[in-house]
């Protein structure tokens, strides 16, 4: 008989297993499929998370899990050009330098915890969906059924390519080499830019090992890396390898940039790096990934439940295809001006005084960070479609940070107004409302301080999807379209 789940996730990376979690809050039945055996990488690869994924973790209560394990810092940055983002009026106005193993492994335990399966040393080999499912076939020749397959599994992902989803964009112009080894001779440390590109060396946390970053004076993709790829790209950039030896780890990567066309196929989603790829330059892929995981799980959690009609899975795209159209124009930019030519380095010099300046700084430092996504749902107050700010407010119970009441993914009424308005009693089996009393000043990344509304409509994401200025005229319509009809009295 084959074994049955709601939703089937190939991919257990960061997009994946963030998708799952949200998915059983909602305690909805995910499984992942994964081809490691173990949640572990190879190399220590470097990773970040940037504030707003901070603050989706936060949303959910682990952000501090997270925390404690890393160092917190500003990283945020254009081309080496840094954008200071600790004038923000975010708790997390600064981002977080953690190893991707320590990302994927404090997720991975975070799912754990919600009693996720994860199917390990497997991969999806192909899938068939009809009008109820989507079969799904695994590597060992078994199969399972789902209601919806997401595709997580990475920039190569066979779940786009089985589902015929178009992934159009820019074939690579630079490729790049990066490594750890050793080194008989002190090497050259720190950047430095020719033409091409970027070069890197720095130690590791050990202090004797060494991180490469080379570009490679000719663009190559697809093939393996070899140590002599690496002594040659070491002696292109330096005139010397600097008697490199004992390579524990080497990959290539390029600038690419790719987009599905789509983030649907009927019952089938991408999400992550299976949805949008570019070049890793300021680090924004696993947070865009995370991201995109949060914005789908609430909705794709609805549908299989049956509160929402499958509509509601268009906004996915709508919603998120831009955000991830937008990361790629800005890889590109900073691809460009990484490189050390004299007409490019004239212009690094033009943006690095531009981003001197408090509007460009903030407006990009808040575009890189995610910090200013606003999510185009009509006309209005200015925190309709934009992220909530984690306000200190007071409840009957008691201080509250806005946060904390979004920690099981369920949305919120928060009602700020006079007790008693605004009855949601038709969908209080889904909304929770809550009253509560707020003084401060509303602000926001770049915008600043805006108009303190009566009450606010919080979708499980954290962003706002009706604000009421006195009256409650259009809640009604908002909770209909965002949490489905209104059970009969």
Same mark, same amino acid.
């Given at each position: 008989?084959?074994?049955?789940?709601?939703?089937?996730?190939?991919?257990?990376?960061?997009?994946?297993?963030?998708?799952?979690?949200?998915?059983?809050?909602?305690?909805?039945?995910?499984?992942?499929?994964?081809?490691?055996?173990?949640?572990?990488?190879?190399?220590?690869?470097?990773?970040?998370?940037?504030?707003?994924?901070?603050?989706?973790?936060?949303?959910?209560?682990?952000?501090?899990?997270?925390?404690?394990?890393?160092?917190?810092?500003?990283?945020?940055?254009?081309?080496?050009?840094?954008?200071?983002?600790?004038?923000?009026?975010?708790?997390?106005?600064?981002?977080?330098?953690?190893?991707?193993?320590?990302?994927?492994?404090?997720?991975?335990?975070?799912?754990?915890?919600?009693?996720?399966?994860?199917?390990?040393?497997?991969?999806?080999?192909?899938?068939?969906?009809?009008?109820?499912?989507?079969?799904?076939?695994?590597?060992?020749?078994?199969?399972?059924?789902?209601?919806?397959?997401?595709?997580?599994?990475?920039?190569?992902?066979?779940?786009?390519?089985?589902?015929?989803?178009?992934?159009?964009?820019?074939?690579?112009?630079?490729?790049?080499?990066?490594?750890?080894?050793?080194?008989?001779?002190?090497?050259?440390?720190?950047?430095?830019?020719?033409?091409?590109?970027?070069?890197?060396?720095?130690?590791?946390?050990?202090?004797?090992?060494?991180?490469?970053?080379?570009?490679?004076?000719?663009?190559?993709?697809?093939?393996?890396?070899?140590?002599?790829?690496?002594?040659?790209?070491?002696?292109?950039?330096?005139?010397?390898?600097?008697?490199?030896?004992?390579?524990?780890?080497?990959?290539?990567?390029?600038?690419?940039?790719?987009?599905?066309?789509?983030?649907?196929?009927?019952?089938?989603?991408?999400?992550?790096?299976?949805?949008?790829?570019?070049?890793?330059?300021?680090?924004?892929?696993?947070?865009?990934?995370?991201?995109?995981?949060?914005?789908?799980?609430?909705?794709?959690?609805?549908?299989?439940?049956?509160?929402?009609?499958?509509?509601?899975?268009?906004?996915?795209?709508?919603?998120?295809?831009?955000?991830?159209?937008?990361?790629?124009?800005?890889?590109?930019?900073?691809?460009?001006?990484?490189?050390?030519?004299? *007409?490019?380095? @004239?212009?690094? %010099?033009?943006?690095? $005084? /531009?981003?001197? !300046?408090?509007?460009?700084?903030?407006? =990009? &430092?808040?575009?890189?960070?995610?910090?200013?996504?606003?999510?185009?749902?009509?006309?209005?107050?200015?925190?309709?479609?934009?992220?909530?700010?984690?306000?200190?407010?007071?409840?009957?119970?008691?201080?509250?940070?806005?946060?904390?009441?979004?920690?099981?993914?369920?949305?919120?009424?928060?009602?700020?107004?006079?007790?008693?308005?605004?009855?949601?009693?038709?969908?209080?089996?889904?909304?929770? *409302?809550?009253? @509560?009393?707020? %003084?401060?000043?509303? $602000? /926001?990344?770049? !915008?600043?301080?805006?108009?303190?509304? =009566? &009450?606010?409509?919080?979708?499980?994401?954290?962003?706002?999807?009706?604000?009421?200025?006195?009256?409650?005229?259009?809640?009604?319509?908002?909770?209909?379209?965002?949490?489905?009809?209104?059970?009969?009295?």
């Amino acid at each position: 008989m084959m074994t049955e789940h709601a939703v089937v996730i190939a991919g257990g990376g960061p997009t994946g297993l963030m998708l799952a979690g949200e998915l059983a809050l909602a305690r909805v039945d995910v499984a992942i499929i994964e081809r490691r055996a173990t949640q572990d990488l190879a190399g220590s690869r470097a990773g970040g998370l940037h504030s707003r994924t901070i603050e989706v973790l936060d949303q959910r209560g682990i952000a501090e899990r997270f925390l404690s394990q890393g160092k917190v810092m500003q990283v945020t940055g254009v081309a080496g050009i840094p954008l200071d983002s600790s004038d923000f009026p975010t708790r997390h106005n600064y981002g977080l330098a953690l190893g991707q193993e320590i990302i994927e492994r404090t997720l991975a335990a975070w799912v754990h915890e919600r009693a996720v399966p994860i199917h390990r040393s497997l991969e999806v080999t192909g899938f068939a969906q009809d009008d109820t499912g989507v079969d799904v076939a695994l590597s060992d020749g078994r199969s399972l059924r789902a209601k919806y397959l997401v595709g997580c599994d990475g920039g190569r992902s066979l779940v786009r390519k089985k589902a015929g989803i178009d992934f159009p964009g820019w074939d690579p112009s630079l490729s790049y080499l990066i490594a750890e080894v050793a080194m008989t001779e002190e090497p050259a440390w720190g950047l430095h830019r020719d033409e091409r590109g970027v070069y890197g060396l720095g130690k590791l946390e050990d202090g004797k090992r060494v991180r490469v970053v080379l570009n490679e004076s000719h663009v190559r993709q697809g093939d393996e890396p070899t140590v002599d790829d690496l002594r040659q790209a070491l002696v292109a950039g330096y005139g010397t390898d600097f008697g490199v030896h004992d390579v524990t780890w080497l990959s290539r990567f390029t600038d690419a940039a790719r987009q599905a066309a789509c983030y649907r196929e009927r019952r089938v989603l991408l999400a992550g790096d299976a949805a949008h790829v570019h070049s890793p330059v300021g680090g924004q892929g696993r947070n865009i990934g995370v991201q995109d995981a949060v914005n789908l799980g609430w909705k794709l959690a609805q549908v299989v439940r049956g509160t929402s009609p499958e509509s509601l899975l268009d906004t996915y795209q709508a919603e998120r295809h831009p955000v991830g159209a937008r990361v790629l124009q800005s890889t590109m930019a900073a691809t460009a001006l990484n490189r050390g030519d004299e *007409r490019t380095k @004239a212009l690094h %010099a033009v943006m690095s $005084e /531009l981003l001197k !300046l408090d509007e460009p700084r903030k407006q =990009t &430092a808040a575009m890189l960070s995610g910090l200013d996504v606003h999510y185009d749902l009509g006309t209005g107050h200015p925190l309709l479609g934009r992220r909530m700010p984690d306000l200190d407010v007071v409840t009957g119970s008691g201080p509250q940070r806005v946060f904390t009441l979004l920690h099981d993914a369920r949305p919120v009424l928060l009602h700020l107004g006079e007790p008693g308005a605004l009855d949601i009693a038709p969908w209080a089996d889904r909304v929770k *409302r809550i009253d @509560a009393r707020y %003084a401060g000043v509303w $602000e /926001l990344p770049v !915008l600043g301080a805006v108009a303190a509304p =009566t &009450a606010v409509l919080i979708r499980p994401d954290g962003h706002v999807a009706w604000v009421g200025k006195g009256t409650g005229r259009g809640l009604r319509d908002a909770l209909r379209a965002w949490f489905g009809p209104p059970i009969a009295p």
